[in-house]
């Protein structure tokens, strides 16, 4: 396959992944597509080895891009102090809204390396195994920190959940 070609095909499949990877660490629409635009840059730059899993590939390496654009830009306290952006397109019926702002509250009420170990694990779908490859921490540690998570998403989203059980 062509290098354009197959760099067309990687956009294509992950650019939409990336962004929203991106986007939850830096905490900034126009800086992630900044980023995203500076990864692919990049990437075109690089002669690409065969890809046994392409998505934690370039996880690793978006992962990598944004903790340097944290570091340079001294933003890591700002990342954690910002409001939530919309993780999820907003739902018409009043309901579905509610519970999409409230899964958003929580999972940015998550400490960021726990909140990105569960973004790749429930929407991008990469195994602990592949979590760690891409943020170079040891499996039990992604494995640890995914539990956390799921551990604080449940007790912030308990009263939610008790106003709606029948």
């Known amino acids: 396959m062509q290098r354009s070609s197959r760099l ?36 075109a730059a690089r002669e690409l080895p065969p890809l046994e899993n392409e998505r934690a590939y370039l996880l690793r390496i978006a992962h990598r891009m944004a903790i340097d654009w944290l570091r340079r830009h001294g933003a890591r306290e700002r990342a954690e102090s910002t409001h939530p952006q919309a993780v999820f397109a ?43 490859e891409v943020q170079r921490i040891p499996l039990n540690t992604a494995a640890s920190r995914f539990r956390y998570a799921l551990e604080k998403l449940r007790s912030l989203l308990q009263p939610l959940y008790d106003e709606i059980r029948p």
């Open 90 to 132: 907003t739902p018409v019926d009043p309901d579905a809204a509610k519970l999409s702002r409230e899964v958003e509250t929580a999972l940015h009420a998550l400490p960021p390396e726990q909140r990105s170990i569960a973004e790749m694990r429930l929407w991008h779908g990469l195994t602990f195994e592949q979590i760690a």
């Open 8 to 43: 067309e095909t990687l956009y294509d499949a992950h650019a939409a992944g990336v962004f929203h990877y991106l986007n939850g660490i830096v905490k900034s629409e126009a800086d992630a597509k900044d980023l995203l635009q500076e990864f692919f840059i990049k990437l």
